[in-house]
C-alpha cells in the first residue's frame, strides 16, 4: 500500500496549474509545453504519486525559462526592486490618534476578520450560482447575515454539501480557518523576535506553531520545502505551482495593524512573511492589503484608502491593473450585479489556478469594499456571494472595514455570536478571547512606539 496525504505530492492538476501560472507571468513556454501534455497524458488514470520525480524534474527546468518578447508587464521579485516600482503618493497621516482611537480599530480589525471568515466558510467551494441557489432555498437571499439552519432545511443543505455545524444557531465561536491561523501565528512570530525578525525566524515559527496538514497550496509545499532545508530565502520559488495564490494575501493583515500609518513599514513586515511563500502578484497582494490595513486607521473613504494603498504595489504589474479596473467601474457607476457579470467572464470558478489566485480574489475583495458603502454588513455580504475563495475574501472585507469602523461601530448582531472566542489549529491556542489577541497586539505596537518613537 502507497502512504498518500493530498497536498503533499504533486498531480496531472498540478501540472496544469504550473503551466498556467508560467503564462501568467509571461514566460516563453513553446519549447516545454509538448512536455508538459506527454507528461499529464503518463499520469492520466495511474498513480501520481509514482511519478514525482519526473513532475519535479520538469518544475525545476521551466524555472528560468525566459520571458515572451510581447509581455507588457513589469513585475519585480526583490522588496527594493518593488519599491522602484510604486506610486508617487505615499500616504502621510493627517491627524493623530490616542492609543484609545487605536485599540479600539484594532480590535474591529482582529473582531471583523473573524466575522467576515465565519460568513464565508459555510459558502467554501461553492460556485456562485450554487451559493444563490442554495440562499434561495432556504429563503436567506440575498445573502444579509450569518447562515442559519432548521431540520426543515437538512436535505437541502445535504444536496449543496453545505456543512450545518457552521450555522450561525449551531456554533458559539469562531471556528477554526486557516486565515485566523496565520493571524495568530503572526501575532506569535513578533510577540517573539519583535520587528526585526528575519525570513529564518518566520519559518521556524511556522514550523514550530503550524502542524503541516493545517497549511495548504503554496505553504504546505513551501512547508515540506523547508523541511527539506530550502533556505526560507527560495522555498517560494522552489516546485511551487501556487507562488501567486492568495495565501500570503490572507496573512499579512495583522502588520497593517500593528503598524497604523506607517505604510512602509507595514511592508517591510509583510514582505519578510510573504516572500517565504509567494513571489510577484502573490506578493503584491499581501502589501496591498497590508497597506490599505496601516491607512484605514486615518481614513473612512474606501475609495480614497484604495487609491493610496495601489502606490504601494508595482504600478506596471498584472495585480494594479486589475484593480485599477474595478476603481473604474466604481467611478462610472456600474451595479455591482454588472460588476458581477464581468468578474465571471473573466475568470473561471471551475479553475482552481483562477478560484485561489490572488489576483482574481483581491478583484473580489474590491467590490466588497467599494460596493459595501461603508456598511460592515454589505460589505462582507456583498464579498462572499460573489464565490471563489469565500472566507478569505470575508475575512480580509471585515478586517479592512472594522479598521475603519472600530469595533464600537460593527454591529452588535455580527459580535456577539462569536462569544470573544476563537479556535485555532497553532500550537498552544486552540482556544483563546478574541479580545486578548487584539490586546496583545497592541501591546506590540506599544512596545515598538516607545523603543523607536
Known sequence: MVFKIDWLYFT???????????????????????????????????????????????????????????????????????????????????????????????????????????????????????????????????????????????????????????????????????????????LTLLEKYGYNFTQFDFAKNFLEKLPILKAFTAERVVYRNLVNLINPEKAAFYLNPYREWIGAQIRTDFYGYITPGNVEKGIELAYKDDSVTHIKNGVYGAIFITSMISIAFFETDVLKIFEYGLNYIPQRSRLAQEVKEIIEYRKKGLSYEKVLEIIHQKWDEKNPHHWCHAISNTQIVSIGLLWGNGDFGESICKAVEIGFDTDCNGATVGSIMGVILGRKNIPDRWIEPLNDTLETGVSGYSKVKISELAERTYNIFKKERRTNG
Request: hydrophobic residues 35%.
Open 12 to 186: 496531472e492538476k498540478d501540472i496544469e496549474i504550473e503551466k498556467q501560472q508560467l503564462i501568467d507571468e509571461g514566460k516563453d513556454i513553446n519549447e516545454v509545453e509538448q512536455e508538459f501534455e506527454i507528461l499529464k497524458k503518463i499520469i492520466k488514470n495511474k498513480e501520481p504519486i509514482k511519478f514525482q520525480d519526473k513532475i519535479s524534474s520538469l518544475f525545476k527546468k521551466v524555472q528560468n525559462l525566459p520571458l515572451r518578447k510581447d509581455y507588457n508587464y513589469s513585475e519585480p521579485v526583490h522588496l527594493d526592486e518593488i519599491r522602484k516600482e510604486w506610486g508617487d503618493k505615499f500616504y502621510k497621516p493627517r491627524i493623530k490618534l490616542s492609543g484609545k482611537d487605536i485599540i479600539e480599530k484594532i480590535y474591529g480589525g482582529w473582531f471583523g476578520r473573524c466575522a467576515g471568515c465565519l460568513l464565508g466558510k459555510i459558502f467554501e467551494g461553492l460556485s456562485r450560482e450554487k451559493i444563490r441557489s442554495f440562499l434561495k432555498e432556504v429563503g436567506q437571499f440575498p445573502l444579509k447575515y450569518y447562515v442559519s439552519s432548521n431540520n426543515r432545511d437538512l436535505k437541502i443543505f445535504e444536496n449543496y454539501n453545505v456543512r450545518q455545524d457552521l450555522c450561525i444557531n449551531r456554533i458559539n465561536n469562531m471556528v477554526e480557518d486557516d486565515d485566523l491561523n496565520y493571524t495568530v501565528l503572526a
